[in-house]
């Protein structure tokens, strides 16, 4: 294992055990596993479920993964070509419906993962992971941009990205929003830094990401632009943030607030997804509005 790949690889098989009970996998499911590390969570999701997809960075842990694995139930797919995933999946990944895992010595934030999923059938399909910290965020917003995203996610995470992401109300941040947005997280249980090898300064968390039925149809750009501004400086009333931000009056923004029904005094961890919906909302009538106005003068 390369220490620059941040792994910490869970050592009790009990807590595997309830992490993949937690998953309610019945052998219709197919299960994308990111990190698949030494297989142990691997295993018991290819007991469950009907097919695993596992992607793993490091090839020396493929090496691993082929002695654990019988060779009747596993295909491993390796990157040809400037390491890039996509010369090779092409041809191989087809006519490996049988094999019960297959795993991609891949690195997931570089590969196409539309493409992936639909070459091996895997456009329905449920997350098992155990993320990395240091990528934690990324993967998630992937998942939840992607053309195929999951129906629901059971991750382990640090405890406190875990803790930010299922944030109560009034105690929001730009992760929690971005997850909001797509999907209702909870925490499931924790997990004591004791359980894992190498022993991190932290102890995890695993939780729940479930997709909602209807995703608000909105441009994502100049939402999270708003909630990054909004964001800028947490001690400080919305009011002034944004008016900073984006160079309007604070009596006009006032006004602005309240036609989206949020108080000029709040707080940016104090709105929701909806807040910051109808806000944008109301930014992108009054912008073209204007527009109108300019066009007839």
């Known amino acids: 294992m390369r220490a620059s790949l941040g792994q910490n690889f869970l050592t009790n098989k009990h807590i595997a055990e309830k992490i993949v009970e937690s ?4 052998s219709s499911d197919n299960v994308l596993e990111i990190g698949p590390g030494k ?3 691997t295993e018991l999701l290819a007991q469950k479920a009907g097919r695993v997809l596992a992607v793993e960075i490091d090839s020396e842990l493929i090496k691993t993964l082929k002695k654990k694995f019988k060779e009747r139930d596993l295909h491993v797919c390796h990157p040809r070509g400037n390491g890039d995933p996509e010369k090779s999946l092409d041809s191989r990944l087809r006519g490996n419906d049988k094999k019960r895992i297959t795993i991609i010595n891949a690195d997931i934030l570089k590969t196409n993962l539309p493409k992936l999923l ?3 059938n895997f456009k329905n399909y449920k997350i098992v992971a155990n993320l990395p910290y240091y990528i934690t965020s990324k993967i998630i917003r992937l998942l939840l941009e992607t053309r195929y995203p999951p129906a629901e996610m ?3 995470v640090q405890k406190e990205v875990g803790e930010r992401i299922c944030a109560p109300s009034g105690k929001e941040s730009i992760l929690s929003i971005s997850v909001k947005l797509y999907a209702e997280p909870e925490i499931i249980f ?3 830094r004791e359980n894992f090898d190498p022993i991190p300064e932290v102890d995890s968390a695993v939780i729940r990401i479930k997709r909602k039925e209807n995703i608000p149809d909105m441009d994502t750009k ?3 632009s708003l909630v990054k501004a909004g964001f800028s400086s947490k001690r400080k009333m919305i009011t002034n ?3 900073t931000s984006f160079n309007i009056p604070k009596n006009e923004l006032a006004e602005i607030l309240k036609k989206a029904g949020i108080k000029p005094t709040q707080r940016a961890q104090e709105l929701s997804v909806d807040d910051w919906l109808r806000l944008c909302d109301v930014l992108a009538k009054l912008k073209t509005q204007s527009a109108k106005r300019k066009t007839k003068t």
Do not use: H
């Open 39 to 41: 297989g142990i969570l």
């Open 241 to 243: 943030n944004l008016s």
């Open 154 to 156: 059971v991750l382990m």
């Open 222 to 224: 100049k939402l999270f």
């Open 118 to 120: 639909k070459e091996n």
């Open 190 to 192: 924790f997990v004591p």
């Open 23 to 26: 998953a309610n996998l019945s």
